[in-house]
């Protein structure tokens, strides 16, 4: 009982902690989120129409995900089911991919899962994206439609 007990509690401190951004400002400044920014020899509305292109055919999707785990005695084992989606949004020049999964802790809702800021500059534009540790599947896509590159659908490479 004195386990259950504590297990109940840190549940609870873990929700009360956990944190999702609602908005991208939010997401721009969260401990969790990485930046990366590189400069492109594209002008910045070249360089957001690639990107805002590309991000709407490939990144507004769902998955399910199904794991299994079998051991212990007889009629013990595990099964779950995780349900994702993703869709994007412009707005101005930044592209905003978020993310909903109902198996999220309190199922925050869609919440801003990677940003991308483009920025004008002498030379061309600057893309500044913020993301998870983890979702470099992203970033890196969303870097080579920036430079003009535009490769398939980074889908295979997600989960």
């Given at each position: 009982?004195r386990?259950?007990?504590?297990?109940?509690?840190?549940?609870?401190?873990?929700?009360?902690?956990?944190s999702?951004?609602?908005?991208p400002?939010?997401?721009?400044?969260?401990?969790?989120?990485?930046?990366?920014?590189?400069?492109?020899?594209?002008?910045?509305?070249a360089?957001?129409?690639?990107?805002?292109?590309?991000?709407?055919?490939?990144?507004?999707?769902?998955?399910?995900?199904?794991?299994?785990?079998?051991?212990?005695?007889?009629?013990?084992?595990?099964?779950?089911?995780?349900?994702?989606?993703?869709?994007?949004?412009?707005?101005?020049?930044?592209?905003?991919?978020?993310?909903?999964?109902p198996?999220?802790?309190?199922?925050?809702?869609w919440?801003?899962?990677?940003l991308?800021?483009?920025?004008?500059?002498?030379?061309?534009?600057?893309?500044?994206?913020?993301a998870?540790?983890?979702?470099?599947?992203?970033?890196?896509?969303?870097?080579?439609?920036?430079?003009?590159?535009?490769?398939p659908?980074?889908?295979?490479?997600?989960?």
């Amino acid at each position: 009982m004195r386990s259950f007990l504590a297990s109940a509690a840190a549940l609870v401190l873990l929700t009360g902690c956990l944190s999702f951004p609602t908005t991208p400002e939010e997401l721009r400044n969260h401990s969790g989120a990485r930046s990366e920014t590189i400069e492109v020899s594209r002008s910045a509305s070249a360089a957001m129409n690639t990107i805002a292109n590309r991000a709407r055919a490939c990144l507004n999707f769902g998955s399910t995900t199904q794991m299994t785990r079998m051991g212990g005695s007889p009629g013990q084992g595990m099964n779950a089911i995780f349900r994702d989606s993703y869709r994007t949004r412009v707005e101005g020049r930044s592209l905003v991919v978020e993310h909903n999964s109902p198996n999220n802790v309190g199922n925050p809702g869609w919440y801003p899962r990677v940003l991308a800021d483009v920025t004008p500059t002498s030379g061309g534009a600057r893309v500044t994206t913020y993301a998870p540790i983890g979702d470099g599947v992203f970033t890196r896509a969303i870097q080579a439609w920036a430079r003009g590159d535009t490769t398939p659908c980074p889908r295979s490479d997600l989960f």
